[in-house]
């Protein structure tokens, strides 16, 4: 059987494939409510045969948005959009995830497509928060070091996200933990300088995030998965380092982690990273080598050959995929017919599953 095309199993929720839609902001939002084009844009892709279809950065509170125009789920009014999506993924017979996230210091900004500019106080922005009072760059404005109740506060932000997220009928949990964001931000010495416990050693800058697993773990069903997206490298170093990530997934293993997914940097400007086909991939390989815990390669996974070659090698058990499937919401049954894998698609469209 086609690697690519075999079903995974991660508690109870079993996945028909190995191939996902990686969390792509979409910046569509009013006052973080999901809409008709979310609706289109993720069921697209359960239509053309992702097996996990993954919500963009999910705001857990209005000042964890990355712009204001982000997805959220800091209130019960946003439950009942997001259900209808749900809904109609699971007719489609994919899983669907969300990925809860706050951004921290890279917060408060416009849409890409209208500049990706720090947005003030009288423009609707807000006060942007981070483990230490350090900028990300010279126009994204000075953080606010978060107190001890501050960071209580964004515990229980995503353990009530999370309560809402299984009303809203997700199945999968992502705890985005890269990329620069909040999470990140107090795991790398690069971005924590504090000197309490969240701060200083290695233990203390991975509290935050296990105090949100165990917060996300105590809400969420024994027999649905938790995911954490890690940046695995910080690309320079005397960051966040791959020891670190091998590490980091040994004890979200037994923390009730159920995959890593990994990416890499996004925590400091100005790096020269050596992107290509697949250059993520060595991490997801190196953490499920040295850990065991199932792992999600990501980055520049653009052909079916390419998606086959990492899970039948045994590099990483899932591939996501971002700009892929923006090019191509059906990637998944194009990959199924090049690599001469027997999948069922929607009855709609069977009539072309066979080109004559």
């Not at 992107?275 to 953490?287: D, H, L, R, T």
């Not at 390419?306 to 194009?334: K, N, T, W």
Request: proline share 5%; glycine share 8%.
């Amino acid at each position: 059987m086609i690697s690519l095309f075999r079903p995974l199993k991660l508690r109870e929720v079993e996945l028909k494939n190995r191939i996902a839609v990686s969390p792509m902001c979409q910046y569509s939002s009013r006052d973080g409510f999901a809409n008709e084009w979310h609706l289109v844009h993720l069921g697209s892709r359960a239509v053309g045969g992702a097996a996990l279809v993954m919500s963009e950065a999910t705001a857990v509170s209005p000042e964890g948005r990355i712009s204001i125009d982000d997805l959220g789920i800091w209130k019960d009014e946003h439950i009942g959009y997001l259900k209808k999506i749900t809904d109609f993924i699971l007719q489609q017979h994919a899983v669907p995830g969300i990925q809860l996230a706050h951004a921290g210091r890279k917060s408060s900004r416009t849409s890409q497509w209208k500049g990706d500019k720090l947005l003030s106080i009288s423009e609707g922005g807000w006060d942007i928060v981070a483990p230490s009072a350090i900028p990300f760059s010279a126009d994204t404005g000075v953080p606010t070091a978060l107190t001890p109740d501050g960071i209580g506060k964004v515990i229980n932000e995503f353990k009530a996200a999370a309560i809402r997220a299984l009303k809203a009928g997700f199945l999968v949990v992502e705890i985005h933990a890269a990329h620069g964001y909040l999470i990140h931000e107090f795991m790398s010495p690069l971005t924590n300088k504090r000197t309490d416990d969240y701060g200083g050693s290695f233990d203390n800058r991975i509290r935050l995030l296990l105090d949100i697993v165990a917060a996300v773990r105590s809400v969420w069903p024994d027999g649905y998965p938790v995911f954490v997206r890690i940046s695995a490298i910080d690309w320079r170093d005397d960051g966040w380092t791959l020891e670190d990530s091998i590490a980091l997934a040994a004890i979200l293993k037994d923390k009730g982690v159920d995959l890593v997914d990994c990416s890499s940097g996004g925590d400091v400007p100005g790096l020269t990273i050596p992107a290509g086909p697949g250059y993520q991939v060595q991490f997801a390989e190196k953490i499920r080598k040295e850990t065991g815990i199932p792992t999600g390669a990501v980055g520049i996974i653009t052909t079916p050959a390419q998606a086959e070659a990492i899970i039948s090698s045994g590099q990483a058990d899932m591939v996501s995929l971002a700009r892929e499937f923006l090019r191509d919401p059906y990637f998944p049954l194009r990959a199924a017919m090049e690599l001469g894998a027997d999948i069922q698609w929607p009855l709609q469209y069977d009539r072309a599953k066979r080109k004559k």
